[in-house]
């Protein structure tokens, strides 16, 4: 008579812990502007641990458009660095309006490049593939995985075309505002300092907006992130505990 074995579960694929760690101080970093580019990083390595440990290619793939982005997003913050400038004197007459107005406009439509809208879809491509990621784990591993991860980097992906989308808007606003200065001037009307200020903000509302809506969502997405690899980190743990506590199968009768 034999007894038969106890039937295996399913083993969670193993991921260092200190990888697990860097992983998630990672997106942590991603949402502070600049040390995002450290975040995309230590994200790129993690997703590199991943594909080692889970064997499939996307993975892989995902690990290799963290970096990408990060040589994009350098390139990117190099070029507004040395482009953008936009003096913060308020102006005091309907001339110094004109062309404050007007240097605003240039300068913002100077960020729209090549390069700013290479490096918005490299970093949209990359957060909708990542949460495609976290939708395979999700599906592996349920009980460890959350769907809200795919959901909420799916809504940050969005939410940066939005701001692509607001930041047009806004130029056509300041466009409108600097035809309409004009002719007043030419008039010979005067248009008061605060009157301009609130002017200004009416036309940079959606931009001003928008990035208000992209910042709460890559807070709390990148956070739901951070905390799905802790949950990994823990349940690996957790897993080799019971490994340790389970006793070998009986001989054989």
Partial sequence: MEVAPIAPTK???????????LGLVGYILRIIPLLEI?????????WLYIYRAWRKTYFLIVSILMFVT?????????????????ETVAPETTAEAIEYVNKTYEQMMSQITVISMVNNGVQVITIFLEAIGFLILYRSFPSVFR?????????????IIGGVIAMYVSLANLKTLLNEMIESFRKGEA?????????????LTPMVIAGI??????VVGYVMCALTVNR????????????????????PI
Avoid at 147 to 159: E, K, S
Avoid at 232 to 245: I, R
């Fill in 213 to 218: 809506v992209l910042l709460i969502i890559k």
């Fill in 11 to 21: 083993k969670l694929p193993k991921v260092t812990e200190s990888i697990l760690t």
């Fill in 147 to 159: 769907p809200y991860t795919f959901i909420l980097l799916i809504m940050l992906g969005i939410t």
């Fill in 38 to 46: 450290i975040g995309f990083i230590l994200t790129g390595i993690l």
């Fill in 191 to 203: 248009i008061e300092s605060p009157a301009i200020e609130l002017r200004m903000f009416n036309a």
């Fill in 70 to 86: 990060v040589a994009s997003i350098i390139v990117s913050n190099i070029y507004s660095l040395t482009t953008f400038n936009i």
């Fill in 232 to 251: 990994y980190k823990k349940k690996l743990l957790e897993q080799e505990v019971m490994l340790k506590e389970v006793p070998p199968p009986p001989p």
